[in-house]
Structures are given as C-alpha cells and as structure tokens.
C-alpha cells in the first residue's frame, strides 16, 4: 500500500489550499473527494472577500484581516503554478440601507461613497423615498475585492497536481482510521489510504467522519448568474437587504443568495430563483434584458456558533478545518498558512485556540 505524509479530506478551496501549503512544507499529500474536486461550496460561492468589522463575527476579524491582505499574492502564486486566470476584481463594494451595518448611517466616514451614487453606479435606480434602500445617503462604500471561486478552484486544483500533490475523486471517506491511539489513514468507500496525518476539510460532510462528529451541517444557498446586456452595466459589488449582485470582469453577473435549513438538498426552487431576479431587477431595472445563464445551490458548512473549527483532534494527527460558513473562499489562504503550522508541530501566527473543537467537547461526548 502507498502511503502519504498527509492526507487531505475534501478538495474545496480550504482543502486545496492547504493541500498546496502543505507540498511546499516537501509532504507527500493526498486528497480525497467524494464527489468531484471544487465542485461542492467553493463552486457555489460568491466570491466576496468581505474585511469590514459591521459584517465580520468578531472571531473571524483577525482572520478576515489577515487572509483578505494575503489574497492578491495567494491570487498571483496561483496563477503562476497552474497557467490559469483568476479573475479577482478590487473595484470595491456598495453597501445600501438595511443592511445590517453596526454603525449610525451618517457616522462612518472610513465607508463614505467616493462620489455620488448616481454617478458610481448610474443603472442603479435611486429612491429617495425615506424607505428606499437606494437612497444615496444611506448608501457605504467599502474598499473590498470579489474573486470568481470558480476560477480560484480550478487554478487551486491544477496547482496542486503541477506540485505533485495526488487525488482519489468520488471516493467518500467514511472514518478516519487509528493505530496504536493516533491517526493512521482513513477508510473510504472504495478503499484505505495510508497517511501519518489526516486532516478533515469536508465542509458541511465533516461531521459524518469518525471517530469525532464535528457539528457541522449543510445551511442551502441558491442564486443565479446571468450575462449583462452591457458588460460593465454594474462595476461594483453591491449588497442590499434581500440581494446582492456580483459583476464579473467578462459581464456575467451573480445574483444571490439564500440562506436555508433544507439538509444535504441542493435542487434549486423556481419561485426562489424568480425573487432572486426580481429584487435584482427592483435595483438595476436595465437588467429585465439580461440572458439568465445559470441557476444552482450550494451547501455551506455551518456549526453553532457560526466560526469555522480548526485545529487539532483529540486523536493525535488528526486535525480539522472546516465550518467556514459563508467564508471559505475569503479565509482560504490564512486558513492553510495556519493549519500548516499547527499540523508542523509550530505555533500558528494567530491564536485559534477559541475556534477549537474542544468548544464542541459536550457535543461530541453526548454523541
């Protein structure tokens, strides 16, 4: 049997990342995905790389910080290994009235709109109703990059294989194996992989790996992409209330998204699909004329508290990172700089201790 120095489970962005970082420690890496790599969360994803306190849990802002600041060379260093273009946008974010912003509409001068709105976004249709959510005056601007997660997977995956790393693709794992009380490789549904470490980055699917059931559990999100009539009809990122609208650079544009208890169901739902569109429309009228392309969900990895798990396990060589919620794509590279370090035997540059699944101890112990 071959045998690995590491094993990754799960090849979304956080397992292809760490994956990478892990090959340039010189480890020997396997990945396991039961379905086909990136195509789970990470193909689904926004892209937002959101790093402003209002919308950021308070423990994940040292992280967001750090992992947004790394995202231009994690982009770069990417690119480079795979041959590939990412298409990471820096034009920035608009923030209307109603969403949930911490802070008094006129108070926030580090987020004042650089020039009117009518004149950073003019197919926006502005209301000046007193509860208009297109009022320029509760209207932020929010210096905030976009990257297209589909292109950042793709460029992941092929970085990965460029560095060497293997795959074993539709192939679940079922448990994490153990001899003599640490971590030895894991059992999938079509065989056993040999590996001194083991890391689990199976999302939402994490918690149904033994022998430690995280909880962690599939939160639904559908959205729609469609092709704007004018390719840069809307340059900026921007968030309301019941939508948000993410441009691509080549003129597709997301529309999304859902937040929804439905378990491991990802079938999109035609009427939610069309109040997706419709309040996309209520925003940007011009967009009644754009070609919708592409509609799906997505199952983002949720816990309790709503912060990822990372770390190591009760049992030796075996560590997790996973839960990453909406944030996967935006905590990617600080997420595998540290599970590199923590997995090295080093001290991690930012303290997690508080994101450990030792804050679970009562939920595995009763399960």
Known sequence: MKNWDAIVVG????GLSLAIELNKQGLRVLVVEKGEPGREASWAAGG???????????GLRELATASTGMYPEFVRGLEDESGLKIDLRSVGTIVLAGVETGQSPATPRAYALPRPLAELEPALRIDRSPDSSTDGSTAFYVKERCVDPRHLTAAAIAAARHRGADFSSGDQVLAVE???GKASGVRTSKTRFAAGMVVNCAGAWAGQIGPHPFPTRPVKGQMLCVAQPEKELVRHVVRAPNVYLIPRSDGRMLIGATAEEAGFDKQTVPETITKLRQAALDLVPKLADARILEAWAGLRPGTPDGLPILGATPTPGYFVATGHFRDGIMLAPVTAKLMGQIMAGQRPEIDVSKLSVDRFVNYVARD
């Open 11 to 14: 090849a979304g962005i956080v």
């Open 48 to 58: 937002m790389l959101v790093d402003y306190p209002a919308e950021t849990p308070p």
């Open 178 to 180: 153990v001899a003599d």
